[in-house]
């Protein structure tokens, strides 16, 4: 295949070309703010009113007048009546976040207190303002509490909650349509066992819940088979669609006529990247709609679509980019890279090693299942040595 | 609080405690594969059959009998006929991943053919089992997949659509019910605009979501007055659950009586902790159900949650235990901790840089809203200065 396909692109040029033509959806919906989690403002948020938006207690204790216990001390207390209503020598019993009646300067930690029937004795002096929290001293009133873009998380709903606000205006998922190609390709639907030579479609799906996982909403597409007219049909098809994942048909075999038919539609931006395994990846753009042709093998496809469609998606969904899970361990084995390429190396994890797996071909269900994660080889490293300390990138 | 409050055991071990007692839950259910991103397998899983089923080729060429073509070269090309059936001079034309005719025993790749007609004039010659995948040379029937406590990624259920396999096995979900406490509690359901005193349960919200996205099913209760009685009945009606929180009511005030109520009806395993901000935590065990009493303010209970909430509800649910998403940066400001205490100092991420967030009181709302997450200051160290380098655990 390499002798033929003789165009490579290097991972980082390829995501810089790609990713400079995918524009970030403007279309928002309202959703109810327990429904957010995960999902991201379309614009800044605004405290409706102050918090808190009444004089609150900081502590439990009694709200007084600090004029009327000036002095005071546990060597020379001063006595309050403990009442409903603060006015000269009277006190109001406070408990923690409890409003503060207007009349009252200050709170009186319990503490600081021996209650003596319906009196108080009171054995400390406190300055006005003392552990009373002030009408919008945590959020004032049309103060900017979340920006646009800020990612929703579990906490920011519970903020939002509390400041009364029930609904509000998020990006729309971003629609990916995924378009599995391949004559060979049998739905999950209509089989288990597939008769001998046939495969079942499994990259849909496992492209599908990713893109869920993304922030992204999956639209699952028919088969395809290798045919130019038919994957055109299709491709026309989806491009109300923001983002089209094209699944099989990029590598040089004699009906691999995806990016050719990307090409014919629109622009085709790069065909095969520097990318171990995943280099017969596509990359192009019709009507404004990013099409990612990633290769139908699934372990290709998959370091494809973390490599390219992860972050290519979340830039479609305005989703900020998040670091990646990695663990630091040592190698329990040699890994070699591939020259010019930036190789995931599919790697099991034990205790705290790193074991590369060996059988790792693009085709090789079975390391999927195993790999916990890869190490990602950039392309000037020639790979690693056992002992080596690495940074796995868990598979999420 | 503290000169009341004498107890405080070690975070470290508060957790070694609290997690001794709880058990993982063995209850299970059946679903379907495309539900289970994120659970867990409470068996193995053993291949249906094998992968792959037939002998498939592994290039794009030519299903030849090895025999036939021995000698084969550039300079000295053999001629084969192509055909459907493989007999001696014939060969089959094949594509990557398809069916080997039983009576081939290699596959020729089609770069080492020129196509004249009806034959093919083939310049290399290859060894038997060439480009030849054998069954079950990916995965043998029978052979474990995944073992019991794996947590299923996307690509996990691809393999397990591939293997046939369309429902599975998972531990269930563990119930966790989230008891809030308070007096001048309201719920959101309520009201928008609380009374001056009067607070949004907004906790519950914010655990259930928590609840969640850590692999729970959260079950949401009314709001219980800071009444001993009403307490215990509420925490009776929910020991069918797999664990409880209950949210207010840890701190030595005059109506706390969470703690106490969680003594009467089983065991306080520990009440008042080294975490800052948490201190009034409680952890208990009620049959076998675990409880965790967390301080109401919203932000000592996001810490309490994440400290001790996270870890107990995923080892009740199985859910085995990943690595916090965190960046390294260079602090802008200096952070002071107190000393005997885990303190989790809430900062700004701004471009490379973590500030302190100033004002971080245990009730203050916006300090959530504003931070990106927590660097996280052990008993044993001061503080950091402004310019240290520091892991910044960002809040999920």
């Given at each position: 295949m390499d002798r033929i396909m003789k165009e490579r692109t290097s991972v980082g040029k390829a995501k810089e070309i790609f990713f400079e033509v995918i524009q970030p959806l403007e279309r928002t919906e309202i959703l109810e703010i327990q429904d957010c989690v995960g999902r991201v403002l379309s614009t800044s948020v605004l405290a409706p009113r102050n918090v808190p938006h009444y004089r609150r207690s900081a502590m439990d204790g009694f709200a007084v007048r600090s004029v009327d216990i000036i002095g005071a001390s546990s060597t020379n207390p001063v006595m309050l009546q403990v009442s409903d209503e603060i006015e000269e020598g009277a006190s109001v019993r406070v408990s923690t976040g409890a409003y503060?009646?207007?009349?009252?300067?200050?709170?009186?930690?319990?503490?600081?207190?021996?209650?003596?029937?319906?009196?108080?004795?009171?054995?400390?002096?406190?300055?006005?303002?003392?552990?009373?929290?002030d009408v919008g001293e945590d959020v004032r009133k049309n103060e900017i509490i979340f920006n646009k873009g800020h990612l929703l998380r579990s906490c920011d709903i519970a903020v939002l909650a509390s400041l009364g606000i029930s609904e509000i205006t998020v990006y729309a998922k971003p629609v990916v349509a995924i378009i599995p190609t391949g004559n060979d390709l049998i739905?999950?639907?209509?089989?288990?066992?597939?008769?001998?030579?046939?495969?079942?479609?499994?990259?849909?799906?496992?492209?599908?819940?990713?893109?869920?996982?993304?922030?992204?909403?999956?639209?699952?597409?028919?088969?395809?088979?290798?045919?130019?007219?038919?994957?055109?049909e299709a491709v026309n098809l989806n491009l109300d669609a923001d983002f089209i994942v094209i699944s099989g048909g990029t590598s040089v075999g004699e009906k691999d006529y995806v990016p050719d038919v990307v090409a014919s539609l629109g622009k085709k931006l790069v065909h095969g990247v520097g990318l171990s395994p995943g280099k017969p990846t596509a990359l192009g753009i019709i009507d404004d709609v990013p099409v990612l042709c990633m290769p139908g093998y699934p372990a290709a496809g998959l370091v494809a679509l973390f490599a390219f469609g992860k972050p290519a998606i979340q830039k479609a969904g305005n989703i900020p980019a998040m670091p990646d899970l990695t663990v630091k361990v040592r190698l329990s084995g040699k890994i070699n890279s591939r020259e010019g390429y930036v190789s995931y190396a599919r790697v099991i994890l034990?205790?705290?090693?790193?074991?590369?797996?060996?059988?790792?071909?693009?085709?090789?269900?079975?390391?999927?299942a195993k790999s916990g994660g890869f190490v990602i080889i950039p392309e000037n490293v020639e790979g690693y040595e056992e002992g080596n300390e690495v940074e796995v990138v868990l598979i999420e």
């Open positions: 503060v009646p207007d009349e009252a300067d200050a709170v009186l930690m319990l503490e600081d207190t021996i209650s003596i029937g319906d009196m108080i004795e009171v054995r400390a002096q406190v300055h006005p303002g003392k552990n009373v929290g739905s999950l639907k209509d089989s288990e066992l597939p008769p001998a030579g046939k495969t079942l479609d499994i990259n849909s799906l496992m492209i599908g819940l990713y893109v869920t996982k993304w922030g992204g909403e999956p639209r699952y597409c028919d088969i395809v088979p290798e045919d130019r007219e038919l994957i055109k034990e205790d705290s090693t790193a074991r590369p797996l060996m059988t790792a071909g693009a085709g090789i269900l079975s390391s999927i």
